[in-house]
């Protein structure tokens, strides 16, 4: 007896959830988890401003690039949602007409939480390098640690893993190091404490 075939998801199946999640399809897959917790969607929003400034805006550095955060990128049959991508403006000269984008990054940022680390390592990374995105940060702002990848001939490249504490200088924003320790504001140990009541 033949086995039925797998239905694989579309794009309509894509549209129907329910927008408090985010959806992607992954190897012909609907995979939906929860929106980013406060932690996850701050590590997001620091590391924008702090790559923003001087690689999107030359303030500090040397600009030329485009940030976005949770674009939905159609790489081949997948639909993927980094937590943040970046392009360098010479490939990516004008603004996207649709509410997707088929042009890949030249980097993306994952960052990693329960509900998405079995992906963000597994065929994500895999798609990312099908699809010759050269960069791909992993980071986990629970353990307070940064992996930084490069793609080199299809395969990803540990170039280092940065702890808090440490210093971020990581291609391809190596020009404008960082302290890691400012994705972080609440476990910040100079943060003024709140008076007690």
């Given amino acids: 007896m033949a086995e039925a075939a797998v239905r694989q998801a579309t794009y309509a199946d894509l549209e129907a959830v329910p927008e408090h999640l985010v959806a992607e399809i992954i190897d012909g897959v609907l995979e939906t988890h929860p929106r980013p917790r406060p932690r996850h969607a701050m590590a997001a929003s620091d590391l924008s401003s702090v790559l923003g400034t001087p ?74 390098a099908e699809a010759l995105i050269g960069h791909l940060w992993l980071l986990d702002p629970a353990a307070g640690v940064l992996e930084g990848f490069a793609l080199a001939d299809g ?32 476990d910040d140990p100079a943060a003024p404490a709140l008076p007690e009541t």
């Fill in 55 to 128: 690689f999107r805006y030359g303030r500090g550095g040397p600009g030329g690039w485009i940030f976005m955060i949770e674009p939905e990128l159609h790489l081949g049959p997948d639909v993927v949602v980094p937590d943040l991508a970046g392009w360098r403006r010479a490939r990516m000269p004008t603004e996207p007409e649709d509410a997707f984008i088929t042009t890949p990054p030249d980097w993306v940022c994952e960052i990693l939480s329960p509900s998405t680390t079995r992906l963000d390592r597994g065929p994500k990374r895999r798609i990312y």
């Fill in 155 to 186: 395969r990803w490249v540990l170039l280092a893993t940065i702890q808090r504490g440490e210093t971020v200088a990581l291609p391809p924003f190596d020009a404008v190091p960082f302290p890691l320790d400012d994705l972080f504001p609440f």
